[in-house]
């Protein structure tokens, strides 16, 4: 028996990682994805444009640092699971401007768990 398909909300899913994780979601699974992304540098717009048509695809342009703003898009969606790949992961960029990785790897990261209940 096939196990019922489930609506993920992926985090970062415009980034390297996490676009191949929804391409791969919505071409090879029966889940649906919610991709909740910040659109920073490093973000690619194109990297969903082959499945952006889907009905089982979503797209948030939302700051995971934004506590507000995560409660409505956990409350609005109810996901099943979380894949949480939003990041600052430019390691060069940390010297100059650590901040920006406190407040996305950390802070928005414990967003995510917190408002995920
Ligand atoms: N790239 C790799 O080879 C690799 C290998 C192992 C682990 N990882 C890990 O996977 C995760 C993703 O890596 P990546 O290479 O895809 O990174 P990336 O920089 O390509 O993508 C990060 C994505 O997160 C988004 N983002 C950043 N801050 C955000 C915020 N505050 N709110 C919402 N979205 C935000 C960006 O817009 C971007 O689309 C990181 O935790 C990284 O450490 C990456």
Redesign the pocket.
């Known amino acids: 028996m096939k196990a019922a398909p489930l609506k993920i909300l992926v985090?970062?899913?415009?980034?390297?990682?996490?676009s191949a994780v929804v391409r791969h979601l919505i071409n090879e699974t029966r889940h649906s994805v919610i991709n909740?992304?910040?659109?920073?540098y490093?973000?690619t717009e194109g990297s969903t444009q082959s499945i952006a048509d889907s009905p089982l695809y979503e797209f948030e342009h939302?700051?995971?640092?934004d506590i507000d703003c995560i409660t409505e898009v956990f409350a609005e969606h109810a996901p099943d699971a979380v894949m949480h790949?939003?990041?600052?992961?430019?390691v060069d960029r940390s010297i100059d401007g650590p901040a920006a990785f406190v407040?996305?790897n950390l802070i928005?990261t414990f967003n995510d768990a917190r408002r995920r209940h």
């Open positions: 985090t970062g899913g415009k980034g390297f990682i996490g909740v992304d910040k659109m920073t490093a973000a939302a700051d995971i640092c790949l939003a990041a600052e992961s430019h407040q996305t928005g």
